[in-house]
């Protein structure tokens, strides 16, 4: 995704349509958070800001009501649809045909996990929406990627530093920017970043780990076992592992999950996740169907909530405790 897209929508007008698409959620997830955040800071924000959740079942009325409501103090309005896919195709093609006999409506922004490129509104849309796709990035992209990150908070990063980062942390975007961000609270005043601050600061990835309790704990989520589960977090808390780190590997599980119930080409849906391989989606595969779609994103939902209560400084013990409790 064009980063600077980012910059533009938190000042520029908002397009008729945001439809926003692919695997990467963490960019979904930083584009939401642009939006939300981008209305809160108006007079009248909580009153221009709708949110809905697709479902099979949706009732297309209350969204077409807010995108003709006249927006509060002459402002901005956005109505948001998530999980867009999850809606049938003959509903989103009310949708869009409203939309486009309706060029006045309020703003839309439409986020899926993946497109299918033979629905038909596709088309209508596309006359008049701005298109974002959020995909994986891999090799020299994601080394561009943290190298600028680094220089947004005034620091650079050796060459040799960024191989041995992504030895260690992997290709987890999320999980990425945590690392980084622990690693610029290290160094300090320092502008540069070594190699010996990336061994001395980030934990090691599935690769070097294969056989840690992290993944045993990931492993008796995926298979619903709570007790196991639960076990496993007070021997690696107690081993001083990261709650942080715990929580990125719980949100990747999930991800596995999602993608093993919902993909018929595991090959390609592990190299549009930035897998190695289609092992781990294979490996959950038959776990995957002890999960609804509706549980896999209350799952997401109760990540995102974890990260934000260990980060306000909520016991890590007790927030994971409470989030595995949720997902088995």
Known sequence: MDTSLLKKLETEPLPRVLLVHGPESFWQDRLYSVLKNRMAQESFGQWNWSLFHGSKDLDLEPVLTELATLPWGGTAKLVVLREAHLVPGDTMEKLAKWL???PQANSLALFYHQLDQRWRYLKILRQFALEV??????GEELADHVAK???????????????LFFTRVGTNLQVIHNELDKLIAY???RTEISAQDVEAVTSLWPEQIANHAVFQLT???????????????QQLLAAGEAPLRILALIERQ????????TSSN??????????SSAYPLKKVRAQARRFSLDELFAGFHAVVQADGEIKLGASGEEVLTDLI????
């Open 100 to 102: 486009e006999e309706n």
């Open 133 to 138: 796709e959020c995909s994986a990035l891999r």
């Open 149 to 163: 990150y680094c220089a947004g908070e005034g620091k650079k990063i050796e060459q040799v530093a960024v191989q």
């Open 187 to 189: 160094v300090g005043e």
């Open 219 to 233: 492993d008796f989520i995926a298979q619903k076992k709570r007790r196991e589960a639960l076990g496993m977090l």
């Open 254 to 261: 999930l991800r596995l999950l999602l993608a093993a119930k």
């Open 266 to 275: 595991l090959d390609g849906a592990a190299a549009a996740m930035g897998e």
């Open 325 to 328: 409790i949720k997902l088995t």
